[in-house]
């Protein structure tokens, strides 16, 4: 089935210091996603604003990493501290597509970029989370499988917008690597709605 390894796990041993530390001082889990989802739209705004500028990279890169830790900061907090709320549950998935395309589709509008590419990989990304959201509709669990996880795709891209910011893209790889990630992300698909059936079957 083509599945990287999860790195859920390690992250989130990574996070669990600060979660308990968050968590002692009556931090919710919805505020952290509501911070997210925020900061990656104002990245997002800043880099279609400044299309040929390189510092909205920074931005772009910074969210990135702000979400990468809220978001398993957040998820720590609703499961390990009793703070789990059906409103939590809602704004975790429109936060996953949001981010997604706040954060990667400006990349889009900087002169050079393979910017159909971009705005496709991005769009098949997002209907990667509908596949997995829509496993519910058969009985199965939310599928969250590989290879190109929300985590893979952050890589991905953060790569990319590195390269920009270092004056490595656009170059000949990007559309290449595009492709490619195309691919694995109907790996994903696919892996996601065989997985949903076998487990919804009496």
């Avoid at 109907?186 to 487990?199: F, H, I, P, Q």
């Amino acid at each position: 089935m083509l599945d990287l390894p999860d790195t859920k796990p390690i992250l989130e041993r990574l996070f669990r210091p600060v979660a308990r530390g968050l968590g002692r001082r009556g931090v919710r889990p919805n505020m952290l996603t509501l911070a997210s989802l925020s900061s990656s739209a104002l990245a997002g705004v800043l880099a279609l604003e400044y299309p040929t500028a390189t510092w909205p990279l920074f931005a772009i890169l910074a969210a990135m990493l702000m979400r990468l830790a809220l978001n398993h900061v957040d998820g720590i907090l609703a499961r390990e501290h009793d703070m789990k709320t059906r409103l939590g549950g809602l704004l975790n998935e429109i936060a996953t597509p949001a981010e997604d395309m706040a954060l990667y589709l400006p990349l889009a509008v900087r002169p050079g970029m393979p910017a159909t590419l971009i705005v496709g990989t991005v769009m098949s990304g997002v209907l990667v989370e509908v596949v997995g959201l829509s496993a519910l509709a058969v009985g199965s669990a939310r599928r969250f499988d590989g290879p190109m996880t929300k985590v893979a795709r952050g890589i991905f891209f953060g790569t990319l917008a590195l390269a920009a910011l270092l004056g490595l893209a656009p170059a000949l790889w990007a559309p290449a690597a595009l492709l490619l990630m195309v691919g694995l992300l109907a790996v994903t698909a696919s892996n996601r709605l065989s997985r949903a059936m076998t487990e919804a079957q009496p």
